[in-house]
């Protein structure tokens, strides 16, 4: 993926915490490394609206939200939130 179209979809939230998710399995640790080595950035919900808006969303699957002009990409883990 071209650093340009990197730059045009940002990630929304991938709600896998470092410390917390690290520690529930291997297949979180390696779902983290390998969102991060796409270019993905990793944004905790800062209200509980964006809190109770992701536990909507189907666990562990990267959905498309478009927004803003833009696609963004949210992967919600619920272990994490």
């Known amino acids: 993926m071209s650093k340009n179209v990197r730059s045009t979809v940002v ?5 896998i915490a470092v410390g917390g998710c690290a520690t529930v399995g291997s297949r979180s640790l390696a779902t983290e490394q390998v969102l991060s080595a796409a270019g993905f ?7 509980p609206d964006k809190a109770a808006t992701l536990r909507t969303l189907p666990a562990r ?21």
Request: charged share 10%; aromatic share 10%.
């Open 11 to 15: 990630l929304a939230a991938i709600l």
């Open 41 to 47: 950035e990793m944004k905790l919900p800062d209200t």
């Open 61 to 81: 699957t990267l959905v498309p939200q478009p927004g803003g002009g833009q696609l963004h990409y949210v992967y919600a883990d619920p272990n994490c939130f």
